[in-house]
């Protein structure tokens, strides 16, 4: 079974390289960085496309280049036309992604029964089904990837992360038809597929936010800490001021939507320093 820690340190590496490398990789070299994992050839295979695929477009002379230069200044300008000098927050400008979420748009969409089609047989063992239901996916990645960046996290690498915890999954539930009860079950029923589907979500969404977390850093978790402790102390305040009395931790959920059990972690920590 892959290392599954290895692996994505592996991978944030050779991202890395091939941003740094002025000519693509080549599959030989990737799968040199590689040597030792037991992945097998899909898995191998859609490494490769999820390395190459922004940087694959090669442009045979210059007339081409100036072309695809200045479609890509069209789009831009398209987009930000009321804002020309300011950039989206965490958006990428790398043409080679732009043509990438292009050639996305372009992906069929299967019909219902093709897609549960593709699920059975992922649980059935048939590993051609990765790269199918992955292709099937990569407009969703974009769409939940959104959700995830900042100024500090852009959407190519987000999308990278998502679509690596997605091959991750698939790779997870290859086989595993008892999981699901279809064991001997010739179609997928709808609920199964559901259950399926959002397994495969949960773990592109742990992946991104993984991700995302790794890049903003500790500071920023303990900032967030500290204002939630902020906003605790205030909301104790403010409710006891109303009710004459201390409130109780489902009051304070209800003031501050934050989850209780965070509550009473916040609550014992804030009275351990006070003894202290």
């Not at 300008?77 to 790398?94: E, L």
């Not at 699920?119 to 959700?147: D, F, N």
Request: with cysteine; aromatic share 6%; glycine share 4%.
């Amino acid at each position: 079974m892959v290392d599954k820690t290895a692996f994505m340190e592996t991978l944030h590496s050779v991202q890395e390289i091939a941003k740094a490398s002025p000519v693509p990789l080549t599959k030989e070299e990737i799968r040199d960085y590689f040597q030792g994992m037991d992945l097998s050839e899909e898995q191998q295979e859609m490494i490769y496309q999820f390395l190459l695929t922004p940087q694959e477009e090669v442009l045979e002379n210059e007339d081409d280049k100036e072309a695809a230069n200045t479609q890509a200044e069209a789009k831009s300008c398209k987009r930000t036309r009321s804002k020309p000098d300011v950039k989206p927050a965490g958006q990428s400008q790398n043409p080679h992604f732009q043509m990438y979420l292009s050639e996305i748009s372009s992906v069929a969409v299967l019909t219902k029964e093709q897609q549960t089609a593709l699920y059975h047989k992922l649980l059935s063992g048939e590993k051609t089904a990765i790269e199918e239901i992955s292709h099937q996916w990569l407009k969703k990645i974009i769409e939940i990837a959104g959700e995830f960046v900042t100024p500090r996290v852009f959407l190519e690498d987000i999308v990278q992360e998502g679509n690596i915890a997605l091959l991750l999954g698939l790779g997870q539930l290859l086989g595993k038809a008892s999981e699901y009860g279809a064991d001997n079950a010739k179609v997928l029923e709808d609920a199964q597929q559901k259950r399926l589907e959002k397994r495969l979500e949960s773990l592109v969404r742990e992946g991104m936010d993984n991700y995302r977390q790794e890049l903003e850093g500790e500071a920023d978790s303990e900032n967030t800490i500290l204002a939630k402790v902020s906003l605790i102390h205030e909301a104790r305040k403010a409710l006891a001021e109303e009710n004459g009395t201390d409130p109780t931790v489902q009051e304070l959920c209800e003031y501050t939507r934050i989850p209780p059990e965070e509550i009473v972690d916040i609550l014992d920590l804030h009275e351990k320093a006070r003894k202290e």
